[in-house]
């Protein structure tokens, strides 16, 4: 009885998430709607952030990011992620960090000095080491930019 319990309020927490929860992905991606910073800095004691996309039909993860010469990247380890078939679709993507949502366009970098650098900020900030090259190794990088189109403030 007490399992069943358990996972009937596992269950109702999970659903009442708007967000992903660790690697379990989510939807629409709730916060304060927040202008693109002039840069990134702040993020490098952050370790998890979330990413919205989808838009018709928001899905959301946890992912890794870095910042790199005033940008931000997320990195997929492969192209077969619902995340990032979603993005090669469509890229317009939420970004969230600490309740903050920022609108954003996820660019395919494919400048290699550029991906050998920001891969080296993944290795410091994340303590992993490098393991041959990332993008031979089915690997995609993004750079996320700023979107013009304003996300819809909550109702209150």
């Known amino acids: 009885m007490r ?3 358990s996972t009937t309020i596992g269950v109702f927490l999970l659903a009442a998430c708007s967000g992903p929860m660790g690697p379990i992905p989510g939807d629409e ?3 304060e709607v927040t ?11 952050i370790e998890n952030v979330l990413l919205e996309t989808n ?3 928001p899905y959301s993860v946890t992912v890794w990011g870095v910042e790199h010469n005033g940008k931000f990247y997320v990195a997929a380890g492969s192209s077969d992620s619902s995340w990032v078939e979603h993005i090669q679709r469509n890229n317009a993507v939420v970004l ?3 309740h903050k ?3 954003a366009f996820a660019e395919i970098v494919t400048n290699m000095d ?4 920001v891969m080296a900020r993944y290795v410091t900030k994340y303590e ?3 393991d041959g090259n990332f993008i031979e190794d089915g690997g995609i990088l993004y750079r996320l930019t700023p979107r013009a189109t304003e996300l819809a403030q909550p109702s209150t």
């Open 114 to 117: 550029e991906i050998d650098r």
């Open 96 to 98: 969230s960090i600490e």
């Open 55 to 57: 838009p018709d039909d």
């Open 35 to 45: 202008p693109w910073p002039a840069d990134w800095l702040f993020t490098e004691a």
């Open 29 to 31: 991606l709730e916060g």
């Open 128 to 130: 992993i080491e490098p």
């Open 101 to 103: 949502l920022y609108a």
């Open 3 to 5: 399992a069943v319990f």
